[in-house]
């Protein structure tokens, strides 16, 4: 049976890509997201990110799958948004998606992997905001921020089973998000990076594969950030 990688958020962007590339390498791909789309490379599933009830219905269908790396991509990614005029609205939907969703999946997922009994992977795909303090995205950061310490203490109660648990920052990637920022806001953000352009994707790929290798069953709790220091 081929190893399975889940992604959260597949169906466009950085998500499609990572799925894409996963397949061509030999990879079963189980995807979720918003949008509803059919594609041949993946098996993909429209759901609501906010809704546990459609999560959970989500996992009860791989839960048979040969689970063995889980890649945490999906959020909401607003342009700018200043702290004090964040509404009830915006924070629900902010939290939901990008905090409560992602703990549930990446500890029902670690339940399966630890059931399996295999070597499993927990990839957290995280943002050069959590780490430049920019304002406007005092939301998106924090958020960002909490999965990344989340997964850091998660390594250490993971670390007498063979799950690792690892975060990737992304400064810039070609996709719709990244474009809807605009010019003024992509090059002021760059002034903060050390590499000043947008990453291509196997210098991300790279990362991952590096992850998910075997010998790298003792690398776990760790941050590595592309295009930039913190």
Same mark, same amino acid.
């Given at each position: 049976?081929?190893?399975?990688?889940?992604?959260?958020?597949?169906?466009?962007?950085?998500?499609?890509?990572?799925?894409?590339? *996963?397949?061509?390498?030999?990879?079963?791909? =189980?995807?979720?997201?918003?949008?509803?789309?059919? *594609?041949?490379? &993946?098996?993909?599933?429209?759901?609501?990110?906010?809704?546990? &009830?459609?999560?959970?219905?989500?996992?009860?269908?791989?839960?048979?799958?040969?689970?063995?790396?889980?890649?945490?991509?999906?959020?909401?990614?607003?342009?700018?948004?200043?702290?004090?005029?964040?509404?009830?609205?915006?924070? $629900? =939907?902010?939290?939901?998606?990008?905090?409560?969703? !992602?703990? *549930?999946? +990446?500890?029902?997922?670690?339940?399966?992997?630890?059931?399996?009994?295999?070597?499993?992977?927990? +990839?957290?795909?995280?943002?050069?905001?959590?780490?430049?303090?920019?304002?406007?995205?005092?939301?998106?950061?924090?958020?960002?921020?909490?999965?990344?310490?989340?997964?850091? @203490?998660? $390594?250490? =109660?993971?670390?007498?089973?063979?799950? #690792?648990?690892?975060?990737?920052? @992304?400064?810039?990637?070609?996709?719709?998000?990244?474009?809807?920022?605009?010019?003024?806001?992509?090059?002021?953000? &760059? !002034?903060?990076? /050390? +590499?000043?352009?947008?990453? /291509?994707?196997?210098?991300? #790929?790279?990362?991952?594969?590096?992850? +998910?290798?075997?010998?790298?069953?003792?690398?776990?709790? !760790?941050?590595?950030?592309?295009?930039?220091?913190?």
């Amino acid at each position: 049976m081929k190893k399975t990688i889940v992604i959260s958020g597949s169906s466009s962007g950085l998500g499609f890509d990572l799925a894409k590339y *996963f397949y061509k390498e030999g990879f079963a791909i =189980e995807g979720c997201g918003r949008s509803k789309k059919k *594609f041949t490379f &993946q098996n993909y599933t429209s759901l609501d990110l906010r809704s546990i &009830q459609d999560l959970r219905s989500w996992i009860d269908i791989i839960k048979k799958k040969n689970i063995f790396c889980f890649i945490n991509n999906a959020s909401v990614i607003p342009v700018r948004y200043p702290a004090l005029l964040n509404d009830q609205h915006f924070l $629900s =939907e902010m939290f939901d998606v990008n905090i409560k969703s !992602q703990i *549930f999946l +990446i500890s029902e997922l670690s339940k399966i992997m630890i059931k399996n009994k295999n070597q499993g992977r927990i +990839i957290n795909v995280s943002s050069m905001s959590s780490a430049l303090n920019e304002k406007g995205t005092a939301l998106y950061s924090s958020s960002k921020v909490a999965i990344e310490k989340y997964l850091s @203490v998660l $390594s250490r =109660e993971l670390s007498k089973t063979k799950i #690792t648990c690892n975060t990737i920052g @992304v400064t810039f990637y070609n996709s719709k998000s990244f474009r809807a920022l605009g010019r003024s806001i992509i090059v002021k953000a &760059q !002034q903060h990076t /050390n +590499i000043k352009r947008v990453l /291509n994707l196997k210098e991300i #790929t790279n990362v991952i594969e590096f992850f +998910i290798k075997p010998v790298s069953s003792v690398i776990t709790g !760790q941050k590595i950030y592309l295009g930039m220091s913190v």
